[in-house]
């Protein structure tokens, strides 16, 4: 199977940085695209930045000039957050489009997702 493993969430006060990672892990022939969506309490989730194979990374217009996202290798991905805001708080999810050793065609995987929380 295909495990995706979120860490760094947290509380920090507007205008903080944090820094999330997600490491994928298993039977993965490929990746071809990985990155971070984001729920908010009563909202649905959106998407917040991702990185595919051969492209220029892509971001949200809410996040853009504030996030970074990149990867280490070819099984994690890092999402640097700055100037953060209180509307940023939410329950940030990886995902991951990935052809697993056990699938006739690749799909979408997600993390169990990790809280941020912007706060005073």
């Known amino acids: 199977q295909v495990q995706l493993v979120e860490s760094g969430g947290g509380l920090v006060q507007p205008g903080g940085s944090l820094r999330l990672s997600c490491s994928a892990s298993?039977?993965?022939?490929?990746?071809?695209?990985m990155g971070w969506y984001r729920e908010a309490p009563g909202r649905e989730r959106e998407f917040v930045a991702s990185?595919?194979?051969?492209?220029?990374p892509n971001y949200a217009d809410s996040v853009k000039g504030r996030f970074l996202i990149y990867m280490d290798g070819h099984m994690s991905v890092w999402l640097e957050m700055k100037s953060l805001k209180p509307e940023d708080t939410a329950v940030y999810f990886c995902?991951?489009?990935?052809?697993?050793?056990?699938?006739?065609?690749?799909?979408?995987?997600w993390g169990k997702g990790t809280l941020v929380t912007v706060s005073p």
């Open positions: 990185f595919t194979e051969g492209r220029p």
């Open positions: 995902n991951v489009y990935a052809h697993a050793d056990y699938a006739i065609l690749p799909m979408d995987y």
């Open positions: 298993g039977n993965i022939q490929s990746i071809t695209r």
